[in-house]
C-alpha cells in the first residue's frame, strides 16, 4: 500500500498521454512446441539507453506448456475511483496466465530488471474455484482482477460454457465466478468495459477443441466459431444484450471502447468473413435509451494469390485473408491499429468519427506469400499481431506470433520471434523504426506487450479528458 | 463558563469532523467532478454533491438517533457513554489491524450514490466517531437545564442529534463541494492522483483518540 496514489494512476486518458514515456516493455515469449518453459521478456524501449531495443531480463517460468498469451496489471488507473476503495494499490504485479495449462503466475516487477514470481496459482485451484479453464484476458476493476476464460470444465474445456472470474487484487486468491446470469453466452475471449456507465461488453473465440490443435477448417466454412457480442451490467454481472454480428463474421475477438468514458461507443475486431475472406471492424455503441447497436465500419479485402505460394489450408481460395487478429484504440480515441496478420499489414485508422473511419497509415511487414523485409534488412516471421500503443500515442508495437498451433497452420515454414516498433505521425501516418528490432531468443516465439506504467489496452479511466 | 467552552468545542468537533470527511476524496467528492465532466453540466455537479451528503445524513441519524433514545435512561448516562467509547475504539483497532476496503461496496452502481454514500460512512464508522462528541454536548445540556422531566429529555436529546448530524453533513458537504468545484472549474483533475492521502491509519487512529478522550472525560 502506498502513501499516495500509484504516480502511473491517471484520472483521465490525457493525463496519462501526458505523463513520461515507457522506459521498458514486457513482452510474453513461448515456446511453441512446449520444449522450453514459456518467460517474461523485459525490454529496453528507452531510444537515450545504451541497450535500447535489448532484453535486458529473461524471467523464466519453472514449468513447461503454459502457452503464455494475454497478460495483465494488478492495479491500473481505476483504481482513483472512490467507489472501488483501491486508490493505494501498486502497479507492481504482472498477472500471466497459460492458455494451455491454466496456471496463473503474478510476477513482481518492482525491480523490472530482477522480474521475480511472487506467486503461483496452480490449475487445479483454478478448475476447483471457477469451474473454468484456460484463463487469458485480464482488466483490474472495481471488484479486484477480472479474468476471462476460454473454455468450461472437463479434459477438453467444453463442461459448462467459459466466463469471467474474479481475483482478489492484493491477495491473489481466487474469488470465484463473475457472472449472475450469462444469457446466452456460450464462447469467451475478450472483454472491456466504460466503468462509469457500468456495463461491459465481451466477446467470443471458439471453445478449446476449435483451436488447441489448430484452426478446424471444417467448423470455420460452417460458421462454429464465435460471432456475437454480449453486453453486460457490470455491476449486476448480467448478461442484458447479445448483438449477433452475423454467422459469417467469424471470431470476434478484441473489444476496445473508448478510453474516454464520456464517449459511448467501442469497436470489435472480426477475423474473417467467410463469405468472402474479409476482415471487418465493427463500431459499437449506447443508444439514448440504453441499449446497444453495432455496425460494420471497416472492411479489408483479401488479396489473389496463385495456389503454389499459399499454405494448404488456404489453396482452395487462391486468397490471402488479411486475418484482423489485434486491434488497440490510441488514448486520444484517434487512431485505432488493426493488425491484419495475414497480409502482413499493420492499418492506422483515423477512427475521430467513429462511424466513419478513415485509413491513415499502413505498414507492410511479413506476411503470407509476401514476407516483407524489416527496414533494416531482417526477416519478419508470419505477420504483425499482438499490437501496443505508448500512452502518447507516438509509438506502436508489435510482435509477430498468432498461437502456436495456428501460426504453423497459416505460415508452416517460418520460424522466430520478433518485437519491432512504428513511429506514428501526429496527424497520421505510421513508418517502421530502423533502429528498433528485438530478436527472441531461439526457440521462442513472441505474443502480448506491456509497457511500464500502462498502456492503451490496460488502463480504465474513470473520468473524462474534457 | 467552563460548560460553555465545552459545549463550543464539541459543536466544533462536530463541524471539524465534517471537514475532515468532506476533503478525503475516499468520500465521495471525486463522483461529484466525474458526474459533471460525464454530464458536461455543472448542475450534475451539485446534483452528486447532494446524493452524497443524503447518504452520509442518513448514515449518520442511523447511528446517533439509537443513541438518543437509549439516553432516556437518564441513570445510565456513565455506562452509555463508556460503552460508546469502546465499541469506538474497538471500530478503530479493528481498521488498525483490517486495512482492507470493504468489496461490498463496489458492487453499488455509481448511479446509486446515496447509497454508496451511505454505505461508505457506515462501513467507516463515520457515524460512530460522532457518538461520543454527541453524547458529551448531551451532558452540558442536560446540566443547564438541571434535571428536566424525561418526555423534554428524549426530544431534547433527539434534536440535538439532528443539529449535530445536520452540522455534520453540512461541513462535509461544504468542504468536499469547495474542492470538487475547484478541481472541476480551475485545477483540474491531476489534483486527485496528486492530492489523496491514505488516510486509512490516520482515520483509525483518530477513531481510537476520540474514544479514548471521552473516556478520560468522564466524570
Known sequence: MNLRPDPTFHATPRLAMEAPAETLAFTLMLSPDGSQPDGLAVVDVDPKSDSYGEIVHQLIMPNKGDEFHHFGWNACSSSLSPLSGHAFLERRYLIIPGIRSSRIYVVDVKEPRAAKIHKIIEPEEVFAKTGYSRPHTIHCGPEGIYVSTLGGGGEDGTDGPPGIFIMDCETFEILGRYEMDRGKQDKHYDFWWNLPRDYMVSSEWGLPPQFENGIVAEDLLSNKYGHSIHFWNLRQRKNVQTIDLGENHQMALEIRPAHDPSKDYGFCGVVVDTTNLQGAIFTWWQQADGSFEAKKTITIDPRPEKPENLPPLLQGFEAVPPLVTDIDLSLDDRFLYVACWGLGEMHQYDVSDPMNPKLAGKVEIGGIARNAKHPNGKDFAYGPQMVEISRDGKRVYWTNSLYSTWDDQFYPDAEGGQMVMANAGENGGLELDKDFYVEFPKGYRSHQIRLEGGDCSTDSFCYPSA | ?219
Open chain 2, 1 to 219: 463558563m467552563a460548560e460553555i467552552s465545552t459545549a463550543a468545542a464539541l459543536w466544533g468537533a462536530v463541524a471539524a469532523s465534517g471537514v475532515y470527511h468532506g476533503v478525503n476524496p475516499g468520500m465521495g467528492w471525486p463522483l461529484a467532478v466525474s458526474a459533471a465532466l460525464m454530464d458536461r453540466s455543472q448542475g450534475s455537479l451539485w446534483r452528486a454533491l447532494a446524493a452524497l451528503a443524503a447518504g452520509h445524513l442518513l448514515a449518520m441519524a442511523a447511528i446517533l438517533f439509537p443513541f438518543s433514545a437509549l439516553m432516556v435512561l437518564a441513570q445510565w448516562h456513565r455506562e452509555i457513554q463508556t460503552g460508546a467509547a469502546c465499541l469506538v475504539i474497538a471500530l478503530g483497532l479493528y481498521l488498525l489491524w483490517n486495512r482492507r476496503h470493504p468489496r461490498f461496496l463496489a458492487r453499488v452502481p455509481p448511479s446509486r450514490l446515496v447509497l454508496w454514500s451511505f454505505l461508505a460512512a457506515m462501513a467507516h464508522g463515520a457515524g460512530l466517531m460522532l457518538v461520543p462528541i454527541y453524547l458529551g454536548i448531551c451532558r452540558t445540556v442536560e446540566t443547564d437545564a438541571g434535571h428536566a422531566a424525561a418526555g423534554t429529555l428524549i426530544t431534547g436529546n433527539a434534536g440535538i442529534a439532528a443539529l449535530v448530524a445536520l452540522l455534520h453533513t453540512a461541513a462535509m458537504t461544504a468542504a468536499g463541494g469547495v474542492l470538487a468545484y475547484g478541481i472541476y472549474r480551475w485545477v483540474g483533475l491531476k489534483f486527485l492522483s496528486r492530492g489523496w492521502f491514505n488516510l486509512d491509519l490516520v482515520w483509525a487512529l483518530s477513531l481510537v483518540l476520540v474514544g479514548s478522550i471521552s473516556l478520560l472525560t468522564l466524570p
